[in-house]
């Protein structure tokens, strides 16, 4: 799922790129995780190299930097086939969960170590997202709800989305409609409008609430005529039917 359209940003160039991060990484939660994190990589890359003589202004913030862009890196890191010897030159882990634990670390040492920078912020999120893959749900809501308590409101906006996904998963679905229906009615340049509705929609769909989610698709409709959201909702309510 994307966002409909994305704000026309009046921010600094640091703004953009992280609010772009900030958007792709919002879909890890409901789609498809190796895609978006490809993606995440190149916001990274523009983090650690682009950003630095521009915004950047310690030494503090470009190392939180650099570190961030190698922590996404291993959340990439290919995984290599049981019996398979490991490559001195090319990095590997034996599975997702030896992955995942020790990109968890990484980010966390940036959270302590750089507490106040955004590149904290975007590492205390991945946190929980590593927490989430891991199955350790408590460790993941407390880290979302952490940032989405943060100053940063788009990426408060991408915590929160990634909190009612988790919900979601685990049968708390009144806390999830809650969560989708306030950045429905605040939405942010991280997290659309729509992007919160098709999501909403789709936990009344898997809740077996049809009839709400029927409204909702409606409404998407009605407000996205003929571009990719609105198609969407026409091919959802046709599966309702």
Do not use: C
Not at 33 to 46: F, K, P
Not at 105 to 124: E, G, L
Request: aromatic share 8%.
């Amino acid at each position: 799922m994307r966002a409909e359209t994305r704000h026309q940003l009046k921010q600094d160039r640091f703004s953009r790129v992280t609010i772009e991060a900030a958007e792709k990484t919002a879909h890890w939660t409901v789609e498809h995780r190796s895609t978006l994190i490809i993606s995440t990589i190149v916001v990274a890359i523009a983090l650690a190299g682009g950003i630095g003589g521009w915004y950047y202004l310690t030494t503090q913030d470009e190392k939180a930097s650099l570190e961030l862009n190698q922590a996404v890196r291993t959340m990439d890191t290919p995984l290599r086939p049981a019996g398979t010897p490991a490559q001195p030159d090319f990095p590997t882990f034996t599975s997702a969960k030896e992955r995942n634990e020790a990109a968890r670390k990484q980010f966390q040492a940036i959270v302590d170590k750089y507490p106040h920078t955004r590149s904290s912020d975007m590492a205390h999120y991945f946190l929980g997202v590593t927490e989430a893959d891991l199955s350790d749900s408590a460790a993941a809501e407390r880290n979302f709800k952490d940032v989405a308590s943060s100053g940063n409101r788009d990426i408060a906006a991408v915590a929160k989305f990634a909190l009612a996904s988790l919900y979601g998963q685990t049968n708390r679905t009144k806390e999830a409609v809650a969560l989708y229906q306030e950045l429905i009615t605040k939405p942010t340049n991280s997290v659309s409008k729509v992007a919160a509705q098709l999501q909403l929609a789709d936990l009344y769909q898997n809740s077996n609430q049809p009839l709400d989610a029927k409204r909702i698709y409606e409404q998407i409709k009605r407000d996205n005529p003929g571009n990719e959201a609105g198609q969407l909702a026409t091919q959802k309510l046709a599966e309702l039917k």
